[in-house]
């Protein structure tokens, strides 16, 4: 089974700029859908960011869209999130994940769609 690592987290002031990273291990990265969740202090975890297994086709919330880039290099075994203009409100730890049958046509929005995750980075912004 794959294992994944994130890195990248940290403080940061409004308006910055943050790159997460997550790496995987043991598996091939190609073969899963790959997507990025967040989870702030007393809140559910929320879907952020999807991408598809050649990296060709994404998909965000609306309110990352614009300000988040999701992107892969399965060569590496690694997936990437460059956050632009960070907000206080993207304060969170964010999580990676893996699904090995998700489609972006389908169900993969939900935190249960995923059967790997890693084990969190926290992201901080300050106003």
């Known amino acids: 089974q794959v294992q994944l690592v994130e890195s990248g987290g940290g403080l940061v002031q409004a308006g910055g700029s943050l790159r997460l990273s997550c790496t995987a291990s043991r598996r091939t990265l190609s073969t899963y859908l790959m997507g990025w969740f967040r989870q702030a202090p007393g809140k559910e975890r929320e879907f952020v960011s999807a991408?598809?297994?050649?990296?060709?086709?994404?998909s965000y919330i609306d309110s990352v869209k614009g300000r988040f880039t999701i992107s892969r290099d399965n060569a590496k075994n690694t997936m990437y999130l460059q956050m632009n203009n960070l907000e206080p409100e993207d304060t969170a730890v964010y999580y990676c994940?893996?699904?090995?049958?998700?489609?972006?046509?389908?169900?993969?929005?939900?935190?249960?769609?995923?059967?790997?995750w890693g084990q969190g980075t926290q992201v901080t912004v300050s106003s």
């Open positions: 994940a893996a699904c090995s049958s998700c489609l972006l046509s389908g169900s993969y929005r939900r935190p249960e769609d995923y059967g790997y």
């Open positions: 991408i598809n297994r050649s990296g060709r086709s994404t």
